[in-house]
């Protein structure tokens, strides 16, 4: 079982910056990819940006250039770099992982907001 916490969100006005970080805490399973989803009011959850093991990346195109994601492996923890902000990046982000063998979590989200 893996667990996901996530920090970082808050309120920024448009333009500005935040950066998210997610702790994973698993007593079982290598963490393979792990990644952000965000999910806006009375919208699906998307996909933002994942990030294997390796470093391989995969961004969303409403987020290319504006946000990185990284890990650190040896602290099993995720991040991301969000860059010049938009109104419409205001959801909740998700940070997700999957083990070894297919079984995937989540985290129970953290807020941003961007104002206009």
């Known amino acids: 079982q893996v667990q996901l916490v996530e920090s970082g969100g808050g309120l920024v006005q448009a333009g500005g910056s935040l950066r998210l970080s997610c702790a994973a805490s698993t007593r079982t399973g290598l963490i393979t990819t792990m990644g952000w989803y965000r999910q806006a009011p009375g919208k699906q959850r998307d996909l933002v940006a994942t990030?294997?093991?390796?470093?391989?990346?995969n961004y969303a195109d409403s987020v290319k250039g504006r946000f990185t994601i990284s890990r650190d492996n040896a602290q099993n923890t995720l991040y991301l770099q969000m860059s010049n902000l938009k109104p419409e990046d205001s959801a909740v982000y998700y940070c997700?992982?999957?083990?070894?063998?297919?079984?995937?979590?989540w985290g129970k989200g953290t807020l941003v907001s961007v104002s206009a």
């Open positions: 997700n992982a999957v083990v070894l063998g297919g079984m995937g979590y």
């Open positions: 990030i294997t093991r390796n470093g391989g990346t």
